[in-house]
């Protein structure tokens, strides 16, 4: 087993087949956020992005599922409007939030918060979903290049949330553009505990190859590397279960490899 986290999205825009459903999450994933909610304006959750394909009640019975299996589940609630709620909504949003996580049983929240800006209110507006949530909840929060804009608030967002995933991935820089970038977050962050890898298998376009893909030889090495011999990162992320498949539903797009070889391979890679 890894000591490392291993995070895997599961995304609602894919049809099955031929992408896999939630319930054929691999138990070796630790976390898998929902992707995703948005936030509608009366500030409450909106899951029409999630269940576009499947109904909320075969979602809650595959997260029931790969909860059985030890696998934690999230919402990842994906809305500028998380660094912009006004102060009169705050309180209604949270509960709102918290009754839903509630209703359908999830383990905490991942907070996708782009493009970013100087918010004020976000961290605050997750320190009151933590308390707001049970005891133990898992929270995360995807970052990218732009956050390195914003190294205060990085550093506070860093501090209430229990990992920082990167999405480095659009267009891709490279392995060490990518290690570069992940260096200046955990400067920012104070250390690599909480930074967790983040990769794509989006499927490389026709036209302009690499944009949104991670090379599988890239995977291994991301997967496995160690900023030293005394420090370890947090783990690996995939973006997203739902597309590592040989040819997606889109009219090509997809990793070209057998199904599950990017989740397989940061699986066998993590240390």
């Given amino acids: 087993m890894s000591k490392e986290v291993f995070i895997n999205y599961w995304i609602g825009q894919e049809p099955n ?23 509608d304006n009366n500030y409450e959750l909106d899951f029409g992005f999630l269940t576009q394909h499947f109904p909320a009640a ?7 599922t790969i909860q059985a299996n030890g696998t934690k589940v999230l919402f990842s609630i994906n809305d500028q409007k998380l660094g912009s709620i006004p102060a009169a909504k705050q309180e209604a949003f949270v509960a709102n939030v918290a009754a839903n996580v509630k ?3 999830v383990d905490g929240l991942d907070f996708d918060y782009e493009p970013p800006a100087n918010s004020t209110t976000l961290v605050p507006l997750i320190q009151a ?10 929270f995360a ?4 290049s732009p956050w390195t804009s914003y190294p205060a608030l990085l550093k506070q967002l860093a501090g209430a949330v229990d990992y920082i995933t990167t999405m480095d991935y659009t267009p891709y820089p490279g392995y060490d ?5 992940c260096a200046k977050y955990a400067a920012i962050m104070g250390g690599w505990s909480k930074l967790v890898i983040g990769m794509s298998c989006m499927g490389p376009a026709s036209d302009q190859p690499w944009r949104n893909f991670t090379p599988l030889a890239d995977v291994k090495k991301l997967s496995a590397y160690e900023p030293s011999a005394t420090e370890s990162k947090g783990g690996g992320m995939l973006y997203t ?11 090509g797009s997809g990793t070209g490899y057998p199904d599950g070889t990017w989740t397989e391979t940061i699986h066998q890679c993590l240390p």
Avoid: C, H, K
């Fill in 177 to 181: 553009g990518t290690i570069s970038l």
């Fill in 17 to 39: 087949p031929p992408s896999p459903t939630l319930s054929q999450m691999p138990a070796y994933v630790n976390i898998t956020p929902l992707a995703f909610l948005n936030i």
């Fill in 129 to 138: 979903l933590r308390s707001a949530l049970p005891a133990g909840s898992v």
């Fill in 141 to 144: 929060a995807p970052i990218y």
């Fill in 103 to 105: 209703a359908w049983g």
């Fill in 241 to 251: 279960f739902s597309y590592d498949v040989t040819t997606r539903n889109n009219g």
């Fill in 58 to 64: 075969q979602i809650q019975g595959w997260i029931e």
